[in-house]
């Protein structure tokens, strides 16, 4: 073969359209996969620091739930010994249920005065007159 027939071959394989479609193809296959590489390392992104705070959550909530089941147990106990006033503690003030209180607060504690709608529903509840906590 002498140059000018390699010339020709070259063109000839460089202007084929197969070689053009399999290198668009490629070209477009690399780009889908890395759109989709960065779509989930910004998904995980997102969802880590929720699941982090979630578990952050777990003792406080913990804690929440022996004082309430306690505190549901004293006032069962207060309404069998027939007793018409329950004094509780405010679980809103405890300090281990702080982190709650940024992220989560679970609303509908009990209040400081007895006629607080909560109080009264629960009252009747119990079977109690008055429940308020201190």
Known sequence: M??????VVKVQLFSDESLVKIFN??????????????L??????????????GFDLIEPLKTYAVLWDTRHNDLLLASAEGE?????SDLTKIE????LKTKLWITGDFE???NYWI??????L???DEIYVE
């Not at 002498?2 to 010339?7: E, I, R, T, Y």
């Not at 109080?119 to 009747?124: D, L």
């Open 2 to 7: 002498d140059s000018a027939q390699l010339s």
């Open 112 to 114: 400081t005065f007895p």
């Open 126 to 128: 119990y079977k109690l």
């Open 84 to 88: 018409h006033v329950f004094i509780g």
């Open 40 to 53: 989930l390392a910004g998904i995980i992104q997102g969802v880590i620091p929720s699941i982090r705070a």
């Open 25 to 38: 193809k490629n070209l477009i296959l690399t780009i889908r996969w890395f759109v989709l590489i960065v």
């Open 119 to 124: 109080n009264t529903c629960a009252a009747r």
């Open 96 to 99: 281990e249920l702080r982190p």
